[in-house]
DNA sequence: TTTTGTGAATGGATTCACAGCC
DNA sequence: GGCTGTGAATCCATTCACAAAA
């Protein structure tokens, strides 16, 4: 393993991508896979694939390849998705009632525990198919604290987003996701994550156009 | 304008984030921005965003700045969102019903005009709050022709994602933007971005770790 | 004077290519 | 013989710094 060598971010992107495959293949029953055929299933290179896993350590055998098991395993630990992180809901909405029932998430050990609207209409009912009613965000302090809740995931209007994250961090999250259209303003040490599909969909309108 | 030069893929992601906060900034009635400003709106390099700019023609005045209304429009026709695109929804379920009622694709020129699903419970239902009657996939191939859908949007469960492309493919879509974990498998000249929420989180939860 | 547009310089990330190991 | 791990080489993207323009 290189000692202290700068890890690019692009790289634990990456890293998270090649546990999908590997998920699949256990349940196929492979065992062991080579560099050159992960790459394959990620679209990657091959080298790409051996430099990422080289900056936490080596897990591969000379000759033979990946054990799948243990590589799964290595890069959950990498990553910290060996074990459950509690997250919170913000806006109950149609965004936010999906991706509180998106089963990816729980498959991932990450685990709603309270959702939270500013609709007087929605405070006091409870989610079907999750058993969590939805709660005032007078209510997030208090909660955020005793369900130990570090992530949260703005789902609001757009125009409620700056207001939802600045009690985010009043309440003592320490990061969250952002699915509305805003580039947030926040303290330093409050990791964000974007999530607009709307620009994914202007790239693909942009290469379309272009090969015209 | 620099001719010729090629143009890094993530100029052209950052061009999409730069429209946002102009829109913003017209509805507050500021016509001028200088790229020291735009940049500090969108958490990057004011010389970044200057040569992003270049890359397709000279937008600004010097001494002066941009001109936000101009520089807008010069943005969606850069982007290719100065017009109508439509989209087919592939899956009705929670993130399908959350993704056609999400208003930013509407407000950016993206209308669904078709939505499938291939289980028999849900074809023939409408939509509520959209007029769209959920079609049974072997309308597929039809639809997209009559309709003229460009894009595809898979918000399948994973395991019929791969198979739900390949439909798109043979229908006729030049594009899909993915919602499942799933590396998709298509003939080179069809364009997907793949957009999965999972390892935004994964992301957040690695930094998390290391900041202890 | 101010701010753009852009070559040149820098800094990263990707890929190559091969030594090292099974 | 086959595949990993990794320094070196290459490629690409970002930032600097200043001439050009208003």
Redesign the interface.
């Given at each position: 393993m290189k000692k202290e060598s700068k890890i690019p971010e692009a790289s634990?992107?990456r890293i998270?991508?090649y546990s999908?495959?590997l998920e699949k293949l256990l349940e196929s029953r492979s065992f062991v896979i080579s560099s050159e055929k992960l790459a394959q299933?990620?679209?990657v290179n091959p080298a790409q694939v051996r430099k990422d896993l080289s900056y936490f350590g080596e897990f591969g055998v000379r000759g033979i390849g990946y054990d799948v098991t243990d590589l799964l395993r290595a890069i959950r630990k990498?990553?910290?998705?060996d074990r459950e992180?509690r997250l919170a809901l913000l806006g109950a909405g149609?965004?936010g009632?999906?991706?509180i029932?998106?089963e990816?998430?729980l498959k991932?050990g990450?685990r709603f525990v309270a959702v939270f609207d500013s609709s007087h209409g929605k405070i006091g009912k409870t989610l079907s198919s999750t058993s969590l009613v939805i709660q005032p965000m007078s209510m997030l302090g208090l909660l955020v604290e005793s369900l130990e809740i570090?992530?949260g995931l703005i789902a609001t209007p757009?125009s409620e987003a700056q207001h939802t994250a600045d009690r985010l961090v009043e309440a003592g999250v320490?990061?969250i996701?952002n699915f509305s259209?805003?580039?947030l303003r926040q303290p330093d040490n409050i990791?964000v994550?974007n999530?607009?599909?709307?620009?994914?969909?202007?790239?693909?309108?942009?290469?379309?156009?272009e090969r015209l």
């Open positions: 634990i992107e998270a991508l999908r495959p299933l990620c679209k990498i990553l910290g998705s992180w149609n965004m009632q999906a991706l029932r998106h990816e998430f991932r990450y570090e992530v757009p320490k990061a996701l259209p805003i580039q990791l994550e999530v607009d599909f709307t620009v994914n969909l202007d790239n693909l309108a942009y290469f379309l156009k």
